[in-house]
């Protein structure tokens, strides 16, 4: 599986995102109504349990979009 399907994955499976076309970069918290803070923090914690990593707290505060987290992820070696 590439590292694109992991996070698409991650995606869908916190966010209950079912369609994979409905993903784009430009997609954050106010487009997806269980993107609120407790979606934040699964979707934390389940990015660095797939790519085992250990994002900082900055980098956190930091994931307004899909395009942010994936720019975010390629930080860490993460190729998507």
């Known amino acids: 599986m ?8 991650v995606l869908r499976d916190v966010l209950d995102l079912r369609k ?3 993903i ?3 997609l954050g918290p106010d ?3 269980s993107w609120d803070s407790l979606g934040h923090v ?3 914690t389940n990015l660095e349990e797939v790519f085992e ?3 900082s707290v900055v980098d956190i505060s930091r994931m ?7 720019k975010i992820l390629g930080k860490y070696g993460v190729q998507i």
């Open 53 to 55: 990593i250990a994002l």
């Open 64 to 70: 307004y979009t899909v395009g942010g987290i994936k």
């Open 2 to 9: 590439s590292n694109l399907d992991k996070l698409n994955k």
């Open 24 to 26: 784009t970069d430009d």
């Open 20 to 22: 994979i076309e409905d």
């Open 31 to 33: 487009e997806i109504e």
């Open 42 to 44: 699964e979707l934390v």
